[in-house]
């Protein structure tokens, strides 16, 4: 390896190391990516506090929100393959879906879903998913009842519920769930031979890190909760950073014969300006450089687009 990349990495590491003995943060890990190839990839501090298991690049994590992208990338790839279409109606595959504008929920299109430009209002019903409510019967029982904040398209307002329309959408077209589509179009064809997308999943994986939670003095381990498995497009994705660094590459475009240069530049095609988002960014950025794309935060930083 170049010297100075080696001397680079061995910094980076370094200051992550002090920033997690600053944070008293359990465990991470990182992989970097550089072209075609992983020039880094390591596990820092432990599975679980109180506990000497290490965190290595095959342990596995919850990702969180991160799985929305996922959920783009999935929906560009059956783009791709000419089993859905950007502009067609949510109605198309999901024909009970309503909202209390009965004419816009007819104008609903994926793009708006995977957007977070429904109309709706912010974090519908969020408070539903998290008491364990199934998310169709949120999208069937209460979402048509929700008061519209917009016109679809028009205005970014960040959803959970709503995001994971894309589920029904899919099922209601390809009779596949899901996590089914991918197992089957990302993880099994990239390699991500850990990740997953369900709770029994994880559960039985023996080497997976558990969420922590701050005492007010220290962080307490916890048991990994079935929420978010109940909206898998938005929550629902475990991976190690192994997997992750195959995601990394399928994302800069190496693996074509999955995801073409089309689908990934349409999935990471700005959309709507998120400037009127409260938290997010708001210390380093300029609110009128941060955008959403499908499932993707989109960030102008001087010359850069992250």
Request: glycine fraction near 8%; aromatic fraction near 12%; hydrophobic fraction near 40%.
């Amino acid at each position: 390896m170049n010297p100075v990349l080696k001397g680079f990495l061995d910094d980076y590491a370094q200051f992550f190391k002090d920033g997690m003995v600053a944070t008293q943060t359990p465990g991470a890990a990182i992989v970097i990516v550089k072209g075609d190839s992983v020039i880094f990839q390591r596990g820092f501090g432990v599975r679980e506090v109180g506990k000497s298991d290490s965190i290595d690049v095959h342990t596995v994590f919850r990702v969180g929100s991160l799985s929305k992208g996922f959920a783009g990338v999935l929906t560009g790839i059956l783009v791709q393959n000419g089993l859905l279409d950007w502009d067609e109606k949510v109605k198309e595959g999901f024909p009970e879906f309503s909202l209390k504008d009965k004419k816009q929920a007819d104008r609903i299109k994926l793009w708006h879903v995977l957007s977070h430009t429904t109309g709706l209002p912010y974090h519908a019903y969020t408070n539903l998913i998290e008491k364990g409510f199934d998310v169709r019967k949120i999208a069937l029982q209460y979402i048509p009842g929700a008061p519209l904040s917009a016109k679809e398209g028009e205005v970014y307002s960040y959803q959970n519920a709503a995001f994971c329309i894309i589920e029904e959408v899919m099922r209601g077209k390809l009779h596949k769930s899901y996590q089914q589509l991918l197992q089957e179009d990302i993880f099994t064809p990239n390699g991500m031979s850990l990740a997953s997308c369900d709770f029994e999943s994880i559960q039985n994986i023996g080497n997976k890190a558990l969420p922590h939670f701050w005492t007010g003095s220290f962080w307490r381990p916890d048991e990994i909760s079935p929420l978010y498995y109940n909206a898998a497009a938005a929550g629902g994705v475990n991976a190690s950073i192994s997997d992750m660094g195959k995601w990394l590459k399928l994302l800069l475009g190496h693996r074509p014969a999955i995801a073409n240069e089309v689908t990934l530049d349409r999935v990471f095609s700005p959309v709507v300006e998120t400037g009127s988002e409260r938290r997010i960014f708001r210390h380093w950025i300029n609110r009128s450089d941060a955008s959403y794309a499908m499932g993707w935060r989109v960030l102008n930083h001087h010359n850069d687009t992250i």
